[in-house]
């Protein structure tokens, strides 16, 4: 079957309801986010030390292999009006090369380096190998769901995910952690099969590319790569700091305590693949009072529902923890009120406007920039922190990272106008007045964290309609 790659129109792509990208990707990440909460009280907090150093590493290996950023440039191809197919073939060879040279390069440092001494050999290709398949397993999914098959790509993702999860719960109950491993190296080869016979029916793997076609996608996706590179470097960088210098238990505990909740990840994502063609038309229009008006829309949306999520978990942080992963795990709650800072941090749109404008050299530069500021401080620091200082060094780095992107690029647009100032502080404000409200009732209140946390959403979603019912402003939608 041979796609027609002439319909795939930017008001396609950009009409597509992003709140299907939602509603899956927040049932995803509601399996996802229950796994950890039933493996704990399967392993030993070692275990699940080496379960989570295992998986911090894993997440790495895309962005130190580059081939995170063909991924990511399908977006960007399927807005342009010429060689859209081959351009799309072209963004597949260089995954597939880009992992390749990493492949090479990480079986010859695992081969005569002793990195990653917890675990056995096997386990360590395992990891490599898992990680470099990675991006180019996920390259169909999201292919379907950049051209607007969203319902398709994303019911797609969910049903291997719970294949997954299913797959994890097995194997450590009725086995081992080792056994976990094997599971999740052979569904990965699974999948990643099944992908290239999908890409191939759908002709977007293939070698009938040219290569100024290959020169275009590393021109573009390279300096993406990069700066994906560093800024999952500065999101991480504190828990490979914990691997490296503390024990798997103490890393047990921060990795806990660093507690990302389904809607956060899920709702930034997909208001970002909103986001990112409809900036990209507006930018090469030179339409700015739609871009500005764009970028109060995103900041208001996703403010909407950050602001109330932060505040609630840092007042509940012991709590939370107790309750999802029981009391061997409560003294992970002091990083978790730290860490429920990280919420706020999606509400900054950083890059999209250089993406949107093909600027991505710009983010590479900008990148670096902080990424040396950040680790000089973190090494010279960092034989003198226990883990609760490493963790305020991170969000230090995080906000003044996003800040910087955000800002440097914003200089082709009016940044007090793309602001929705009393949008923040009504929002605020409605959750300081929700969590008064809960907590001057909590003691009425049975089965604490689970009522609080009702009774706070109901309230806050009554706040929020009343505001929007009665007292709308006009936004951009």
């Avoid at 030993?44 to 080496?50: A, F, H, K, P």
């Avoid at 962005?63 to 977006?75: Q, T």
């Avoid at 009938?208 to 470097?233: D, E, Q, R, T, W």
């Avoid at 061997?328 to 860490?339: E, N, R, S, T």
Wanted: net charge positive; hydrophobic share 50%.
């Amino acid at each position: 079957m041979k796609m027609n790659f002439s319909t795939l129109t930017l008001e396609k792509v950009k009409n597509h309801p992003h709140w299907i990208l939602v509603s899956f990707g927040l049932l995803n990440s509601i399996i996802t986010f229950c796994l950890p909460m039933v493996l704990v009280r399967i392993l030993s907090v070692e275990d699940y030390g080496l379960y989570k150093t295992f998986f911090t590493i894993l997440l790495f290996i895309p962005f130190m292999s580059m081939s995170g950023g063909p991924l990511n440039s399908l977006y960007y191809w399927l807005n342009q009006k010429n060689d859209i197919s081959k351009m799309i073939k072209a963004n597949y060879a260089l995954q597939v090369i880009l992992g390749l040279c990493f492949f090479i390069l990480s079986i010859l440092v695992v081969s005569f380096t002793q990195v990653l001494d917890e675990f056995e050999l096997k386990t360590k290709f395992f990891l490599i190998i898992i990680g470099i398949i990675s991006c180019p397993t996920a390259y169909f999914s999201e292919y379907l769901i950049a051209k607007g098959e969203t319902f398709k790509g994303s019911i797609l993702y969910l049903i291997f995910e719970i294949i997954k999860v299913l797959g994890f719960i097995f194997t450590a109950y009725f086995y081992d952690l080792n056994t976990l491993f094997i599971f999740y190296f052979f569904y990965n080869i699974t999948c990643f099969v099944f992908s290239i016979i999908m890409g191939i029916k759908y002709n977007i793997i293939g070698v009938n590319f040219s290569g100024s076609h290959l020169i275009k996608a590393v021109s573009y996706s390279l300096p993406l790569s990069f700066s994906a590179f560093v800024f999952y470097f500065i999101e991480r960088v504190d828990h490979l700091f914990l691997i490296k210098f503390f024990t798997v238990e103490d890393y047990a505990f921060y990795a806990v305590g660093c507690l990302v909740f389904p809607p956060i990840l899920i709702l930034e994502t997909s208001f970002q693949k909103n986001l990112i063609p409809r900036l990209t038309n507006y930018i090469y229009s030179r339409d700015i009072e739609s871009v500005n008006s764009l970028i109060k829309w995103y900041i208001n949306r996703t403010s909407s529902l950050m602001i109330p999520i932060a505040i609630f978990t840092f007042f509940f942080s012991d709590q939370i923890i107790t309750f999802l992963y029981g009391e061997k795990f409560q003294d992970a709650g002091k990083y978790l009120q730290l860490f429920s800072i990280t919420y706020l941090l999606p509400i900054i749109p950083y890059d999209s406007i250089q993406r949107s404008s093909n600027n991505t050299k710009s983010i590479l530069l900008k990148s670096v920039q902080i990424l040396l500021i950040y680790l000089t401080v973190l090494f010279i620091t960092g034989p003198y922190l226990n883990q609760t200082e490493v963790l305020t060094i991170s969000l230090l780095g995080k906000i003044l990272y996003r800040l910087y992107i955000f800002y440097s690029g914003t200089k082709t647009i009016n940044l007090f106008l793309s602001i929705p100032y009393l949008e923040l502080f009504i929002y605020t404000f409605f959750s300081l007045v929700c969590l008064f409200l809960v907590l001057s009732f909590q003691s009425m209140l049975t089965n604490t964290i689970i009522t609080s946390g009702i009774a706070y959403c109901l309230l806050y979603s009554l706040l929020f309609y009343i505001r929007h019912r009665f007292f709308r402003d006009k936004e951009t939608s």
